[in-house]
């Protein structure tokens, strides 16, 4: 599939689901978040990157001080 041009990839959601679906998987690695966002190359990837970086730190600043659940026995 050939590259899309910029402004069509905005609205392409299966693209930057993929895009954030990385992120999310370098996050749960427990990578550098920060580093890999300003190492990318400017444009589509670096956009989505940054704005879904920008949800991982709220959730993160949300979840602050909360305990973990207690495992269920069954």
């Known amino acids: 599939m050939a590259a899309l041009?910029?402004?069509?990839?905005?609205?392409?959601?299966?693209?930057?689901?993929?895009?954030?679906?990385?992120?999310?998987?370098?996050?749960?690695?427990?990578?550098?978040?920060q580093a890999l966002v300003d190492g990318c190359e400017p444009g589509f990837q670096?956009?989505?990157?940054?704005?879904?970086l920008e949800r991982i730190r709220k959730i993160e600043r949300m979840m602050q001080g909360r305990q973990a659940p207690e495992p269920s026995e069954d």
């Not at 956009?47 to 879904?52: D, F, S």
């Open 5 to 33: 041009p910029v402004w069509l990839q905005r609205w392409n959601f299966i693209d930057r689901a993929k895009l954030e679906r990385q992120l999310w998987d370098a996050f749960e690695r427990q990578e550098d978040l």
């Open 46 to 52: 670096k956009e989505v990157w940054t704005t879904t």
